[in-house]
């Protein structure tokens, strides 16, 4: 479905270039849940921005159904971390769900099943009349993601979507995203700095170095589907991959495009035993 | 100015990446942006010598710009024109200080009394709207062409917005440094020097800067109204007698001074407020 | 609201007007100077000067001078302030031109235009245009330079282009911008439409106060002065409604800024 090619990011600034992505290559299945998690300044947004096309890779591609992603493409969905600044403050809230449906010129009534349905699904449903900045930020990020729901699109890309939300609501909006993706099928990548909720939510989560970014690790994470906050998190599987991801973290800390020796690219199922990992 | 929609950024990735955003490189010793600039007014120039010898706008009302720069370096020759110059900038100086004293002090003090502040709300909405130019025929009688009818103008317009400005900052002081302030047992002198006075400053200086402005405006035009000697009145003269690239040089000369008064207020406002962390964000007036 | 709030309410609003009021008229009620009759007189000759027909034939005309430039001033202001602030690069080319004259005080610009349009309705209505789209324009500018970055991504990754963007993200977003240099062109406007009268015109409130000083018909002067500070203040009132119901919105996000 998704598919990045080789990509490199340098930002060409007045005194000087800032690489920040290196050399990243991966495939995003139909349907998959995918998180990217990496230490802080380590491009995720920038490599965020390339594949929903807001911003021109340097070198490789981005391809959405084998299609070349040149621009932000139809089919694609994205939620911001600032939910604030992503919302239209002059418009109520259904309008805000609505108006990238307008474009699709689907006719009044399933507009108005979509918005209603998507407002709904995100625990909404009174809120239609309602401004953006009458809400509370969970709320508002609710919106945001509502709008991306009704917008039906095939690939929904968050980046970071939760950081700037308190923990008790955080915890409520993982659970809606695994909701959502379970009930529309929708492939979703979520980027997050968030080292538990990357285990949580993901099936895969790819392991990013720092800058000059390049894939440290594409993890799988072999955890039931059925996911709940409180058992999940409390099981032995999840501490194991947790350490696992942390430790990962870590040494990206230190390594990066440019320092670290092989970069560990295929699926590795890390096996179920306490035992130190090399990669 | 936080708010959807209006935070002022300029292309920079949001988000945690470091490096310099997408915008086009400045090279080189001068910002690509000053040469566009220089550019447009070379292009305004220009066009303006050009148009006039098309024919497209007869000459006799357009001079081309080559004529209203001779015509204006003969006017600086003549020491008429310096003492209007003088004239416009007196009526323009002490009425600016006379309405910033008046506002500031009014402004303080009504509005660091809860009581005023609401007994003369309604006052000052009624008053301020009312165009300055209603005393023009007042002034004339009182003062006929006398410098003090310009300045009755000029501080009653000048005025209106140093005030509000003012009251705005006295209303924007942070409850929770006032406590602090007199937590610490600082008097009324110390709480006014440390926290009202720092909290009102950039609004006081804002005032300033918008009473600068409207002060050339009303200074001109009371020259060119009622006659008061100055630049307004010289432009009335040159357009009675024909003297039509005088009157180009003449608009030339109040807008570089326009120019001048707003950078220079500008200067001073960033100048007092060099320490100012925060952005204020300018009251409407 | 109880009667109590009411009036106390009613009493800060009306009560140092009314005490201005009532001191102005004392003050002045047995005056025998010339130039400041008493306030009795003024609000006598009011009732005499300006009466429906005159209001017809001085005020309504220039109502519609002001009308005129005021909206041609709008849309001329706004279309150039859109153009120019969606393009950098013709932001930085013009910025200086535009800020020169703008500095240049409007009503200079009379003389300059009687030159090219003489004395009739097209001069005031041209000067009235030329003074009030400079803060509209360069407002606009602003209002469009500082939409939110975040908003136009979410814009771009909706597929949200062209006219639309325009329509739902750059003018909504750059509203409270251009309302305010709308308010400023407001004040100027007025200003104009009064001294370009007062320099050459037939008809209109300018013209006829200045025709009162000329011929020293001092009360009936005042009256005029009085009705246009009344009409400045209506036109502030009218302006600071419609500002109310269109940015109802921009209020209400302020106000929740301001108690979070």
């Excluded at chain 2, 006014?192 to 200074?219: D, K, Q, S």
């Excluded at chain 2, 009675?240 to 008064?261: D, M, R």
């Amino acid at each position: 479905m998704l598919d990045v090619q080789d990509l490199q990011k340098i930002y060409t600034g007045r005194h000087r270039n800032v690489e920040a992505l290196r050399n990243l290559t991966f495939h995003i299945a139909e349907g998959e849940l995918v998180c990217l998690v990496g230490p802080s300044g380590c491009g995720k947004t920038t490599l965020l921005k390339c594949m929903a096309g807001l911003l021109a890779p340097t070198r490789g591609e981005v391809r959405l159904d084998g299609r070349p992603v040149a621009g932000p493409p139809p089919g694609m969905a994205v939620v911001f971390q600032e939910y604030g600044r992503s919302l239209f403050a002059w418009m109520n809230v259904r309008d805000n769900v609505a108006l990238p449906l307008r474009r699709k010129k689907l006719g009044k009534a399933r507009e108005r099943e979509l918005v209603d349905h998507a407002l709904e699904v995100v625990g909404l449903s009174d809120a239609h009349e309602a401004y953006p900045w009458q809400l509370s930020g969970g709320m508002q990020q609710r919106v945001a993601i509502a709008r991306a729901v009704a917008y039906e699109p095939k690939v929904l890309l968050m980046d970071e979507p939760f950081a700037a939300v308190d923990a008790q609501t955080r915890a409520e909006l993982e659970d809606l995203i695994r909701k959502l993706w379970h009930e529309l099928g929708v492939t979703v990548l979520f980027v997050t700095h968030d080292i538990d909720e990357a285990v949580y939510l993901g099936q895969r989560t790819l392991i990013l170095s720092k800058s000059p970014t390049v894939v440290q690790e594409d993890l799988t994470i072999d955890l039931p589907d059925e996911r709940d906050q409180l058992h999940t998190r409390s099981s032995p599987r999840f501490a194991e991959l947790r350490a696992h991801v942390y430790e990962q973290i870590q040494r990206a800390k230190h390594h990066s495009g440019d320092t670290a020796p092989d970069p560990v690219v295929e699926d590795r199922a890390i096996e179920p035993v306490l035992q130190k990992t090399e990669s | 100015m936080t708010s959807p929609g209006l935070a002022p950024v300029l292309a920079e990735p949001a988000g945690t990446d470091p490096g310099p955003g997408g915008a086009p490189a400045r090279r080189g010793p001068v910002p690509v942006a000053v040469l566009r600039g220089l550019a447009g007014l070379a292009g305004l120039v220009a066009v303006l010598e050009v148009l006039p010898h098309t024919g497209l706008v007869s000459a006799d009302y357009l001079p081309p710009a080559s004529e209203t720069v001779r015509t204006l370096g003969t006017l600086l020759a003549e020491p008429t024109f310096w003492t209007a110059l003088g004239d416009t900038l007196t009526g323009w100086g002490v009425g600016l200080a006379v309405a910033v004293v008046a506002g500031v002090a009014a402004g303080v003090v009504i509005g660091s009394v809860p009581v005023l502040r609401a007994v003369t709300a309604s006052t000052i909405e009624f008053l301020r709207p009312i165009p300055s130019v209603a005393l023009i025929p007042v002034a004339v009688l009182l003062y006929g062409t006398d410098l003090r009818s310009k300045l009755l103008l000029v501080v009653y317009a000048s005025f209106w917005q140093v005030i509000v400005q003012v009251l705005a900052g006295m209303q924007d002081v942070d409850p929770v440094a006032e406590d602090t302030a007199r937590s610490y047992l600082l008097g009324t002198w110390g709480r006014v020097r440390h926290v009202l006075w720092p909290t009102a400053l950039p609004y006081v200086m804002t005032g300033v800067r918008l009473a600068a402005t409207v002060a050339l405006i009303l200074t001109i035009t009371a020259e060119l109204v009622i006659g008061a000697p100055g630049l307004g009145h010289e432009i009335a003269v040159a357009q009675v007698s024909g003297a039509v690239p005088e009157v180009y040089a003449l608009v030339l000369v109040t807008g570089l001074l326009g120019v001048a008064v707003n950078l220079a207020a500008r200067a001073v406002e960033r100048r007092a407020l060099h320490w100012h962390q925060s952005v204020r964000r300018e009251v409407t007036a | 609201m109880t009667a109590l709030s009411v009036l106390r309410r009613g009493l800060l609003v009306l009560g140092l007007p009314a005490v201005l009021f009532t001191v102005w008229w004392f003050a002045t009620a047995g005056s025998t100077d010339f130039y400041f009759p008493p306030l009795a007189t003024i609000l006598e000759s009011f009732g005499k000067v300006w009466t429906a027909e005159r209001l017809l034939s001085d005020v309504v005309p220039s109502l519609l001078r002001l009308a005129a430039g005021y909206l041609l001033a709008v849309v001329v202001g706004v279309g150039l302030g859109l153009v120019v602030g969606m393009r950098r690069a013709v932001r930085d080319v013009l910025e200086p031109v535009l800020e020169l004259f703008r500095a240049i005080p409007p009503p200079v610009l009379i003389p300059v235009i009687m030159l090219f349009a003489g004395i009739g309705d097209t001069m005031k209505v041209l000067v009235i245009v030329s003074g009030c789209m400079w803060p509209i324009l360069l407002n606009t500018v602003e209002g469009v330079r500082a939409v939110d970055e975040v908003l136009g991504d979410t814009c771009r990754s909706y597929g949200i282009t062209g006219v639309a963007r325009l329509r739902h993200l750059v003018l909504r977003a750059a509203s409270p911008q251009i309302v305010t240099g709308m308010r400023q062109a407001l004040s100027i406007g007025i200003i104009l439409m009064v001294i370009s009268e007062m320099f050459a015109a037939s008809n209109g409130l300018g013209f006829t106060i200045v025709q009162f000083q000329r011929s020293f018909a001092i009360p009936e002067m005042w009256s005029g002065v009085l009705l246009l500070g009344i009409l400045g203040f209506l036109l502030s009132l009218l302006f600071r409604f419609a500002e109310n119901r269109a940015l109802a919105w921009y209020h209400g996000l302020r106000r929740a800024q301001r108690n979070p």
